[in-house]
């Protein structure tokens, strides 16, 4: 696919909307104009384009409502919050930019404008957890708000935030007859950003709270939830699937094994034995600088480790981060997961190539599903046609609650 923005590092994040063009976060031309007007500029000229997209969109929306133009108040305070969540992730890290902050409590503002807007208007909730709180939405079934429907909990995962999960996944289970439990949770979006909760690997511990708020629900169909994970939500998801017994079904997109193996073969080319690389927190220091040389000298591995991966688990050098990966691991969970379970992966998707073997060791009934470049699915996250992969997965799950 041609790039819109002309940075490399900004492209791959400023293409984000275009996923969500389907489901009423943006258009085309919206991107390709952000796109342009940050040219050849740095981060701040990237962030400062989409929060004055923002600007734009929310002020359009607050002139539609003031002249009673409900419906159209309510799309461009989508847009505005997508813009807005498209803003600030090339400056994450710690310390926090309080540009971060200011973008971040734009998007939600706007959307919970526009949520309030709808009809039926939706509320924000706010799920109780360990002294803090999870901000949460349940988005209801098309026509079907009062009704006892099958429900969805979508859960994200590394540093997309509430409003990606409602565009990326929510909209769509909508429009098919589920209610969608959408939430961000520890070392996600507002419990990171506001909250300074840092992500943690037992999250059957996590959705076992969001299954007990679920089921105080009137709306929901106790017999008939499903745990939904994307990017690193698909190793969240059936983490908490192996502990957490009240699901129905499962869907991790892509299937994901754990964090830390990504970083052995690494290891193993620098120098370490494959004896030092089972716990790579333990490795020879000399290891862990050549690692850290390659990490510094390129601009993707910084931010994913740096940036991200150091703020999101609270830690401060790279022995420590890689500890903490060592953590995220379903070795000795994936046997535990009993109900019907759907991995996906996407054929150019680095993060999904151990799909297939992270599918052999499932004991429960499984589905594994495969993404081409063909079908223009081949990358993360399928993001250039989410619309395929919330077809199929809800297919999919059309089928198991069916027979349910």
């Known amino acids: 696919m041609a790039k819109l923005f002309r940075n ?13 063009i389907p489901y009423s976060g943006a258009d085309y031309g919206e991107i390709a104009a952000v796109a342009e007007a940050v040219g050849d500029g740095d981060d701040s000229a990237f962030y400062d384009a989409w929060v004055a997209a923002g600007d734009r969109a929310a002020t359009e929306a607050e002139e539609a409502f003031a002249q009673g133009r409900r419906i159209s108040a309510r799309e461009f305070f989508l847009r505005a919050s997508c813009f807005y969540a498209a ?17 971040f409590r734009k998007q939600i503002a ?13 509320a924000p909730l706010r799920i109780p957890f360990e002294g803090a709180a999870m901000p949460a939405y349940l988005i209801p079934a098309e026509g079907q708000a009062n009704a006892v429907r099958p429900l969805i909990i979508f859960t994200n995962g590394y540093d ?31 419990m990171l950003y506001e909250q300074n909760v840092r992500l943690r690997p037992d999250w059957e511990t996590v959705i076992a709270t969001v299954v007990d708020f679920a089921l105080t629900l009137p709306t929901v169909d106790p017999a008939r939830i499903a745990l939904s994970g994307w990017s690193l939500g698909g190793y969240l998801a059936p983490r908490a699937a192996s502990g957490e017994h009240r699901l129905a079904a499962c869907i991790a997109d892509p299937g994901l094994w754990g964090i830390a193996d990504a970083f052995r073969g690494i290891a193993v080319k620098l120098g370490a034995s494959a004896e030092e690389v089972k716990n790579l927190g333990t490795m020879d220091q000399a290891v862990i600088d050549r690692i850290w040389q390659i990490v510094t000298n390129d601009r ?12 999101v688990n609270g830690v401060a050098d790279l022995r420590a981060f890689l500890q903490r990966s060592e953590l995220f691991s ?20 680095l993060l999904g190539a151990g799909a297939p073997a992270f599918f052999e060791t499932l004991r429960c009934p499984k589905t594994l599903l495969r993404f081409t470049a063909a079908e ?19 297919d999919w799950l059309d089928g198991i609650f069916k027979n349910s």
């Not at 803003?87 to 973008?103: N, T």
């Not at 949520?115 to 939706?122: F, I, K």
Request: net charge negative; with cysteine.
């Open 8 to 20: 490399d590092f900004h492209d791959g994040f400023g293409t984000w909307p275009l996923a969500y």
């Open 87 to 103: 803003s600030y992730h090339l400056i994450y890290g710690e310390p926090v930019d309080p540009r971060l902050i200011a973008a």
């Open 110 to 122: 706007a959307f919970d404008r526009a949520l309030a807007l709808g009809d039926p208007p939706v």
């Open 160 to 190: 997309a935030t509430v409003t990606d999960l409602y565009f990326a996944s929510a909209v769509a289970a909508a429009r098919r007859g589920y209610h969608a439990l959408i939430f961000d949770g520890p070392g996600q979006g507002a």
């Open 300 to 311: 993707k591995l910084r931010w994913s480790i740096v940036q991200r991966g150091f703020w």
């Open 330 to 349: 379903m070795e000795g969970r994936a046997e535990l997961i009993r109900c019907p379970t759907l991995l996906t992966m996407a054929e150019n998707d």
């Open 376 to 394: 223009g699915a081949g990358d993360h996250c399928e993001m250039m046609n989410r619309s395929l992969v919330n077809r199929r997965a809800l």
